[in-house]
């Protein structure tokens, strides 16, 4: 198996190379990454959980699906491409806001990302990988911020930062 590269960026988002997946979180060096953020016409969003075999974050509550776009690779596409991958599903997908975060895991790992952050419709069950999630929830914005204030050991670290920097950027309707 091929290991995947991730996009090194400087802080304007401009590519400076490529880079092995595990290299760059063992270096903390500044990649590109998306969040998507599925919303249902109840405007609830699609919460996944991780999957327990997941090399950080096992088991955590989070957007509806993330990872990093491939070298040639559009936001919009690599979001589509990942929440078939881990969802089973395509909708259209439409670029919010976009953000630098920088995030330590206790294995020694370290997400350093420019995270773009993508926003899309749908109101029906996702078809869930199950190597990549674990489960999955509708949830509404308020819900999440109250069980994040009262759990934020349940949650990853990107949605967190996203829900307490971006929380106003996350409605669907915008």
């Not at 929830?137 to 204030?149: A, F, R």
């Amino acid at each position: 198996m091929i290991e995947e590269k991730v996009i090194l960026v400087n802080e304007q988002d401009e590519q400076i190379g490529l880079m092995p997946k595990m290299e760059a979180h063992e270096k903390a060096v500044l990649h590109r990454a998306f969040s998507v953020f599925i919303f249902n016409d109840a405007n609830e969003l699609m919460l996944q959980q991780r999957a327990l075999t997941k090399y950080h974050s096992p088991g955590l509550w989070t957007n509806t699906c993330c990872s990093h776009q491939r070298d040639g690779e559009t936001n919009i596409e690599a979001g589509k491409r990942r929440l078939m991958e881990e969802m089973g599903f395509v909708v259209d997908l439409k670029e919010s806001i976009a953000f630098i975060y920088k995030a330590p895991f206790d294995n020694g790992l370290t997400e350093h990302e420019y995270d773009h952050v993508l926003l899309g419709k749908y109101n029906n069950a996702p078809k869930i990988n199950t190597e990549e999630v674990a489960d999955w929830k509708w949830m509404s914005l308020e819900d999440v911020k109250v069980d994040i204030s009262l759990h934020p050991e349940l949650y990853t670290a990107w949605f967190k930062v996203i829900f307490e920097k971006f929380y106003e950027h996350l409605n669907i309707n915008s």
